[in-house]
């Protein structure tokens, strides 16, 4: 877990989702009925660092290169995906609905 990769909470919204496309162990993941408009990384993560330059938000840290502003997010990543059933690997079909929560509260 110490090793997983961090997304922080720049990562809103978002429709493109080419983190998810890349990751080679799907291990970036939404949470069903909690955190709906962010995505967080597993333990299953092995650093391989594909999915950072995908980020168009910049969200995607190493787990010793997260900015202290949000060190927060290394703890919601690991308390957001521990031994929960309902976390998966999200379709295209949840980013449209992610932005379309986004449009609505706008
Ligand atoms: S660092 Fe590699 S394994 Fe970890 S979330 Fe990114 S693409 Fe997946
Ligand atoms: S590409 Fe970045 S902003 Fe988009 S879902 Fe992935 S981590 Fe979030």
Not at 70 to 87: F, G, H, M, S, V
Request: net charge negative; aromatic share 6%; charged share 25%.
């Amino acid at each position: 877990m110490i090793d997983a990769y961090v997304i922080t909470r720049l990562c809103q919204d978002c429709l493109h989702g080419d983190c998810v496309d890349v990751c080679p162990v799907d291990c970036i993941v939404k949470v069903d009925g909690e955190f709906p408009n962010q995505l967080f990384i597993t333990e299953d993560c092995i650093s391989c660092g594909c999915c950072v330059p995908e980020c168009p938000e910049e969200a995607i840290f190493a787990p010793y290169d997260v900015p202290a502003e949000y060190e927060d997010d290394i703890e919601l990543n690991q308390k957001a995906t521990a031994n929960r059933p309902n976390i998966r690997v999200p379709s295209r079909l949840d980013l449209i609905e992610m932005l379309q929560r986004k449009d609505s509260a706008a």
